[in-house]
């Protein structure tokens, strides 16, 4: 596949993915009659992948820094891996529930929908970016992989954290 075929892929891809948690917020799909009860702790499992990935994205730029190379590149390979393994988990428990409202007030609801903002968007535009950056680095064109991680790199590591964040105080409102 070309580098211009990849690029348009993996817009798609984006594109298709926001779609998709557009659509099951607005629950268009049906859901099934009896909701599995282990799917109440997949906001606290996508909390837990996020602070995982949160950490593991810190201990591969320390990997890389100190060009230890395949290490770096197991553990990116181990948070893409989680990573869509949260994606996969985020998707399957907004079709089964309806979207949780922050009852907090004042500052921190500010607060709260500042961070989750910035988060949803930024988490959109990580996709894209992430994909190409593993594209170069796989066809080992280390340049173009630097050029393009220089972006993707720090907002994942914002999306991941305020994956966290955005759980932590949404918690005590999700109603099962």
């Not at 949160?54 to 100190?66: A, E, G, H, Q």
């Not at 080992?140 to 305020?162: G, M, N």
Request: charged content about 15%; some cysteine; proline content about 4%.
């Amino acid at each position: 596949m070309t580098e211009k075929q990849t690029f348009r892929l993996t817009l798609i891809i984006g594109i298709v993915v926001a779609l998709l948690v557009v659509v099951l917020n607005e629950n268009i799909l049906p859901r099934p009659a009896n909701i599995p009860t282990f799917t109440q702790n997949l906001p606290l499992l996508n909390a837990f992948i996020n602070g995982t990935c949160f950490f593991l994205l810190l201990v591969s730029l320390n990997r890389i820094k100190n060009k230890k190379i395949e290490e770096h590149k197991k553990i990116n390979i181990s948070v893409f891996f989680l990573s869509s393994l949260f994606l996969v988990s985020y998707v399957f428990y907004h079709w089964l529930y309806d979207e949780t409202s922050y009852g907090g007030e004042g500052s921190l609801r500010t607060f709260y929908y500042l961070i989750l903002i910035s988060h949803i968007l930024l988490a959109a535009v990580v996709l894209p970016l992430v994909l190409m950056s593993f594209y170069y680095a796989l066809n080992k064109d280390f340049e173009k992989h630097k050029r393009i991680t220089r972006f993707s790199y720090p907002i994942w590591l914002y999306v991941t954290f305020t994956g966290v964040i955005v759980y932590l105080m949404i918690q005590p409102f999700y109603k099962f």
